[in-house]
């Protein structure tokens, strides 16, 4: 799969949506945090500037469990969270629609 070309500002709101904190920042490298999943995740963010796709594949893969993806007519990233046999919660898919900027009915069709 090809990587979209996003800025740091765009991969911050994406982790936001995905329940990570924001615990440090030091210079121009944001240091989130998600509680339940234990884990750090550094992205850097200068302003404007494209994220290489490898460093992004590395912020992607200290994330783990979410797959993130990218809507390249509405130019946003979703951010989905992905359990082996566990079931999304309403409120949950409420806000991937609402990220992705689609309605319930569109989904619906979707599928």
Avoid: N, W
């Avoid at 949506?17 to 963010?45: M, N, Q, R, W």
């Avoid at 566990?86 to 629609?97: M, Q």
């Amino acid at each position: 799969m090809k990587l979209p070309r996003v800025t740091g500002d765009k991969v911050l709101r994406a982790l936001h949506h995905a329940g990570f904190t924001l615990v440090h920042t030091k210079g121009s490298h944001h240091f989130l945090y998600h509680a339940e999943k234990d884990c750090i995740v550094t992205v850097p963010v200068h302003s404007g500037v494209t994220i290489a796709p490898k460093t992004l594949k590395s912020i992607l893969s200290q994330a783990r469990s979410h797959h993130f993806l990218y809507h390249a007519e509405k130019d946003c990233i979703v951010t989905v969270p992905v359990h082996s046999g566990v079931t999304i919660a309403p409120k949950t898919l409420k806000s991937i629609l609402s990220q992705a900027q689609i309605t319930v009915e569109e989904f619906v069709a979707l599928l």
